[in-house]
């Protein structure tokens, strides 16, 4: 499956901004889809999950409460929904698909290109 992330952009501190990811190529289907983030100097870390079979969403601390994800599967896409966003937010965030929830980035098969959030304060 190709992954296409797309909807970054600048956003002032507070702000919302929604990142989409499309698959292509295969369906969703039973995949686990999650997003990752990588800040300049950083280790990529997990941001969130979702199983597209059940729908059941998975969030890092950092970002509970503030970000939530979906899926629409008509249109075989998963959503980032991102609120309140604060400057340490900032960094490139990555859809990544597996066959099995991990916290871990090695453990995803599939991924897009990735897509920079910068928040301004």
């Known amino acids: 499956v190709q992954l296409q992330a797309s909807g970054g952009g600048l956003v002032q501190a507070g702000g919302s901004l929604r990142l989409s990811c499309a698959a292509s190529g295969q369906t969703f289907g039973n995949f686990v889809v999650a997003w990752f983030r990588q800040a300049p100097g950083k280790e990529r870390e997990f941001v969130g999950a979702?199983?597209?079979?059940?729908?059941?969403?998975y969030y890092a601390d950092s970002v509970k409460g503030r970000f939530t994800i979906s899926g629409d599967n008509s249109k075989d896409t998963v959503y980032l929904q991102m609120h309140a966003l604060k400057p340490e937010d900032t960094a490139v965030y990555y859809c990544a698909a597996a066959f099995a929830l991990s916290w871990l980035s090695d453990e995803y098969n599939f991924w897009g290109q990735g897509t920079l959030v910068t928040v301004s304060s």
């Open positions: 979702i199983r597209k079979s059940g729908g059941k969403t």
